[in-house]
């Protein structure tokens, strides 16, 4: 059994708690025959609120020398950008040296909200997040709170566990009612819960999905017990791998990186 740091960053912490990752180095015995395996839509949805992450320019890096940036919109559909002057390798680098954008900070970077695909005159990536809701049809955020183990909002004050109380007060102007709170607009102007990077709403599904991924499939990499299972010691060289290491062998000029590829170089 591999030892627990005292000092787990908490999203490692919260992810051990909730039977997502295991710390162990034999199998782990969660397959669930009860469980239809899948996607709810509500994680693939949800998941795009992350563009609040999303800085508007990207930075260029080479060897821990900063080469200029690119703004992010500019790249895509237009993936030629990559093969010309080393660029890819550069934004490579800059992946994991530049900062995410101000957490939390309720405003997106002007280019993902004024013109995120180019082709078009003018688009904005929240509005879009906010339409792929409707078009799932998800039902209001009320019903998420109940499903999430909260008290489902009556008046607009009982929002105020999860939302603040000046976002509220804008909600309340835009909605009729507290019921017609759609998710994906709640998720935008939720409050982080604490140790985390995200609100209770996004984290409630998004840990629904992630057990799921492992429960309800039979096969699933650190699952034991049938013939085409992976051996213990080959089980343990892949849980050896990180993102570091999958940057280092695919990355194209990667010579230096930080062993927790998430977290950000030091000193911050
Ligand atoms: C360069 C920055 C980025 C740009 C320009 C961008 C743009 C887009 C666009 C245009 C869409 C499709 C919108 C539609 O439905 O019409 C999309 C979808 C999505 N984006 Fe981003 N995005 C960026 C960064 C990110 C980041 C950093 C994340 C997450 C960490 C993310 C997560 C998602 C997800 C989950 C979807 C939905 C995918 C699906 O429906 O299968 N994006 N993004």
């Known amino acids: 059994m591999r030892t627990l740091s005292k000092n787990l960053p908490s999203g490692r912490k919260n992810a051990l708690e909730k039977g997502i990752i295991y710390q162990t180095d034999g ?4 397959f669930d025959p009860h469980q239809e395996p899948g996607v709810i839509r509500e994680y ?4 795009r609120w992350f563009h609040t992450y999303q800085p508007g320019p990207l930075d260029m890096y080479s060897k821990g020398e900063y ?9 895509t559909l237009r993936t030629g950008y990559l093969a010309n002057n ?6 490579t680098e800059g992946c994991y040296i530049q900062p995410a954008d101000k ?5 997106l970077a002007p280019d993902m909200v004024e013109r995120v695909v180019p082709l078009h005159v003018a688009s904005d990536i929240t509005a879009i997040d906010f339409m792929r809701g409707r078009d799932a049809g998800f039902p ?48 935008y102007v939720e409050r982080f819960i604490p140790g985390a990077f995200l609100g209770p709403t996004l984290y409630c ?44 062998d695919s990355g ?17």
């Open 103 to 107: 957490l939390p900070g309720y405003v």
């Open 140 to 187: 209001p955020y009320n019903d998420y709170r109940k499903f999430c183990g909260m008290k489902p909002a009556k008046k607009w004050e009982d929002l105020y566990d999860t939302i603040d109380k000046d976002k509220v007060e804008i909600l309340s102007r835009i909605y009729d009612e507290v019921d017609d709170l759609e998710l994906m607009v709640a998720i």
């Open 205 to 248: 599904i998004m840990v629904h999905n992630l057990l799921l991924w492992r429960q309800s499939d039979k096969f699933f990499f650190e699952h034991g017990g049938f013939p085409a299972a992976l051996t213990i010691p080959q089980l343990n060289e892949i849980r050896q791998t990180s993102i570091a290491r999958v940057l280092c």
């Open 67 to 75: 080469q200029g940036s690119i703004s992010s919109p500019l790249l």
């Open 252 to 268: 194209d000029d990667v010579k230096y990186i930080q062993p927790a590829a998430f977290f950000r170089q030091g000193p911050w």
């Open 44 to 47: 693939v949805v949800g998941t």
């Open 86 to 91: 080393n660029s890819e390798a550069q934004l």
């Open 27 to 30: 199998y782990v015995s969660d």
